[in-house]
């Protein structure tokens, strides 16, 4: 089966079109990344749209940090909500 991933550019296309609603962080462990998550922010809501985490990152549950870390900054931010668009 295929696996997609988001390129870069897209990535870059998001943040532009989005104009600084649009969050890509990336969790490291070291010099290597484990993890990351791209989020969208409205009004009062952060949307979780896209996340990644490397076999090293399941080991060590870098991704679940990340995803508390995330939501605790949103809410300190002002945001009201945290959607997992489904997830």
């Given at each position: 089966?295929?696996?997609w991933t988001i390129k870069i550019d897209e990535l870059m296309d998001i943040k532009k079109?989005?104009?600084g609603r649009a969050k890509f962080l990336i969790g490291y462990?070291?010099?290597k990344p484990q993890s990351g998550i791209l989020i969208?922010?409205?009004?009062?809501?952060a949307n979780y749209?896209?996340?990644f985490t490397t076999n090293e990152g399941r080991?060590?549950?870098?991704?679940f940090k990340?995803?508390?870390e995330v939501?605790?900054?949103e809410k300190k931010s002002g945001m009201r909500y945290f959607d997992f668009e489904g997830i």
């Open positions: 089966s295929k696996i079109i989005l104009k462990i070291g010099q969208i922010e409205t009004e009062n809501t749209l896209h996340s080991q060590t549950g870098a991704h990340m995803v508390w939501m605790m900054s």
